[in-house]
T-cell receptor, first 114, second 117 residues
């Protein structure tokens, strides 16, 4: 059973560019959440997708957007990249919110903005 | 304002001894707590969880204790092994909808555990 898979694993972008990160959830999971982990910090919640809609959003600007496809996979898009967007981006899948369920994480995408 | 706090950035323990990692939270709406382990260049791996209706949960060498009145939880690893060396994150979530949030995880900053042979 494949767990959560993310692509690409590493990415270097120039300030001002746009980036798209991809995530396939664990088999059987229909909820995908995205987190940003800066160096020395814990992961911070960006947003969550369920039934192809953004259900919740953390404290991130509109430059961060996403999408969920009918097969539950998801994309994270970041526009107008800033140096401060350099971080590890983690995708997590789970059962729907409102249940006591752990989230399973992918290995992350390391984004470097130069 | 940090809702989940891990006040010890690092912990060093001898192999075979007990490791105790601590976590405090401030939001009384949290009712589900999780511990994740993270190795460099990997995503967090789920270790163990506890809901607020319990005060203890065990899984092999790992036990999590929850003290709701103190808003404190701890992870005990007995016996500690060198392979346990990693960063441990405490996370909390609310199963009920509140303040526009439900189910997303709020993480602490992590504690780096080093287990010495």
């Amino acid at each position: 059973d494949a767990g959560v898979t993310q692509s690409p694993t590493h990415l270097i972008k120039t300030r001002g560019q746009q980036v798209t990160l991809r995530c396939s959830p664990k088999s059987g999971h229909d909820t995908v959440s995205w987190y940003q982990q800066a160096l020395g910090q814990g992961p911070q919640f960006i947003f969550q997708y369920y039934e192809e809609e953004e259900r919740q959003r953390g404290n991130f600007p509109d430059r961060f957007s996403g999408h969920q496809f009918p097969n539950y996979s998801s994309e994270l898009n970041v526009n107008a990249l800033l140096l401060g967007d350099s971080a590890l981006y983690l995708c997590a899948s789970s059962f729907p919110p409102g249940t006591y369920t752990e989230a399973f994480f992918g290995q992350g995408t390391r984004l470097t903005v130069v | 304002d940090q809702q989940v706090k891990q006040n010890s950035p690092s912990l060093s323990v001898q192999e075979g001894r007990i490791s105790i990692l601590n976590c405090d939270y401030t939001n009384s709406m949290f009712d589900y707590f999780l511990w994740y382990k993270k190795y460099p260049a990997e995503g967090p791996t789920f270790l163990i969880s506890i809901s607020s209706i319990k005060d203890k949960n065990e899984d092999g060498r790992f036990t999590v204790f929850l003290n709701k009145s103190a808003k404190h939880l701890s992870l005990h690893i007995v016996p500690s092994q060198p392979g346990d060396s990693a960063v441990y994150f405490c996370a909390a979530s609310a199963s009920q909808f509140y303040g526009g949030s439900q189910g997303n995880l709020i993480f602490g900053k992590g504690t780096k555990l080093s287990v010495k042979p």
